[in-house]
Structures are given as structure tokens and as C-alpha cells.
């Protein structure tokens, strides 16, 4: 199957400083990524669509401000959270479409972000 | 509101016994069940999935089976081996064009050799 890479894996940060989360589909073009956020003993939840070379679509009840979506390439889609919180701790994770169809999506492995 | 719900969060299983995964899921209006299964430290990758207008969908080793009336989704993996085991996650979206996937919490299957 396609290939999603996500970095860092984790990442430990202050309060107050931002991180920033890459994802890359590896052998394929995606124009459209997704990024996703789970809290402990919760499901994955959609949090923003992202589109090559257009701004990104939110969720309802994120902030756009604060997690900045930049989707600069085809094959390069980045997260950045904003001077992170410690609430803002989870498990982002990554996904692109390699083609049409639900069965053509691919995630990537995941970033834990921790913030103290 | 979680609309989709996996009320079991680990499942073990003797090989070659039939592992069974509940999901339930409360809007009407999905038309689109999937399951994904995780290995640690990967993301999750496509297993089977099922369309509304049927009620059971099999792959090898793998079948799904859709209840619309009760709003529950099963998955089947018969025999079950150990490489089986990882966490499995339901998933549900509605509506054509939709981009946006329900997932349950997941299940954490173990296969015992």
C-alpha cells in the first residue's frame, strides 16, 4: 500500500512554544491530507482537511489560529500548534488519500505531543 | 457525542478460534462502515469495509457483517493466528463526498499461540 511518513513520532515542548508536525505521502501525490487528534480513551476525531494550495477547512470547535495548517506541495501537508498548552497534549496522526474511495486512505504512524 | 462505539477495549483469543469485534453506532444517516487494524507504532491501515445496501462482506480470512436494523457492525476473522493481534477500529461515514470518518476507541485483540 501507499505510504504515509509523519515526524516527529513525539515531542516533548513548553508551554507556550509551537510544534510542528510533518506529513509526507512518500510514493504518491495527495491533494487532499487529514489530521486527526485522540485524547486518551477517545476515538480519533477529525480536527481539519487539509488542500494543496488552498486554505484548510476546520472542524467545528477548532481553532484555526491555534493548530495552523499549511499544505505547500503534494506531497507535504504540516500541523503547527501555537503556542501549545498542556491541555493541548494528544496523539495527532495524519492521513492522505493515494486515490478515491475510503479504502484509499493512508495515516501516518502518529505524533505524541506532550506539553509540560 | 461518540456516534461510533466499540464497548470492548481488549479481546483474547486461542489461534485458530474466530475472534468477534463489535462496533454500534448511533446516526442512521452512515452509509459506510470500515475497519482499520494498528500494529504499535504504525498507523492504522484499511482491513475490509462494507456499503449499507449490504449486509455481510467477506475477504479471506476476514468478513464484516452490518445489522442497519440494530445499528451494529461485527467483524469475523476466522482462523485466527497471532499475527493478527494489533488493535482494530471501527469506522463509519455517511453521505458521498463526506470527509469526514467516525472512528470507535478501538479494540486490542490478542491472539494466544
Known amino acids: 500500500g501507499a505510504v504515509v511518513s509523519q515526524h516527529p513520532s513525539w515531542v516533548i515542548c513548553k508551554s507556550g512554544t509551537s510544534v510542528k508536525i510533518e506529513c509526507r505521502s512518500l510514493d504518491f501525490q495527495a491533494t487532499t491530507m487529514f489530521w486527526y487528534r485522540q485524547f486518551p480513551k477517545q476515538s480519533l476525531m477529525l480536527m481539519a482537511t487539509s488542500n494543496e494550495g488552498s486554505k484548510a477547512t476546520y472542524e467545528q470547535g477548532v481553532e484555526k489560529d491555534k493548530f495552523l495548517i499549511n499544505h505547500a506541495s503534494l506531497t507535504l501537508s504540516t500541523l503547527t500548534v501555537t503556542s501549545a498548552h498542556p491541555e493541548d497534549s494528544s496523539f495527532y496522526i495524519c492521513?492522505?488519500?493515494?486515490?478515491?474511495?475510503?479504502?484509499?486512505?493512508?495515516f501516518g504512524s502518529g505524533t505524541q505531543l506532550s506539553v509540560l | 457525542d461518540q456516534q461510533v462505539k466499540q464497548n470492548s477495549p481488549s479481546l483474547s483469543v486461542q489461534e485458530g478460534r474466530i475472534s468477534i469485534l463489535n462496533c454500534d453506532y448511533t446516526?442512521?444517516?452512515?452509509?459506510?462502515f470500515l475497519w482499520y487494524k494498528k500494529y504499535p507504532a504504525e498507523g492504522p491501515t484499511f482491513l475490509i469495509s462494507?456499503?449499507?445496501?449490504?449486509d455481510k462482506n467477506e475477504d479471506g480470512r476476514f468478513t464484516v457483517f452490518l445489522n442497519k436494523s440494530a445499528k451494529h457492525l461485527s467483524l469475523h476473522i476466522v482462523p485466527s493466528q497471532p499475527g493478527d493481534s494489533a488493535v482494530y477500529f471501527c469506522a463509519a461515514t455517511g453521505q458521498t463526498g463526506a470527509n469526514n470518518l467516525f472512528f470507535g476507541t478501538g479494540t486490542r485483540l490478542t491472539v494466544i499461540p
Open positions: 446516526n442512521s444517516m452512515f452509509d459506510y
Open positions: 492521513s492522505a488519500r493515494a486515490g478515491t474511495g475510503w479504502s484509499k486512505l493512508f
Open positions: 462494507i456499503s449499507s445496501i449490504k
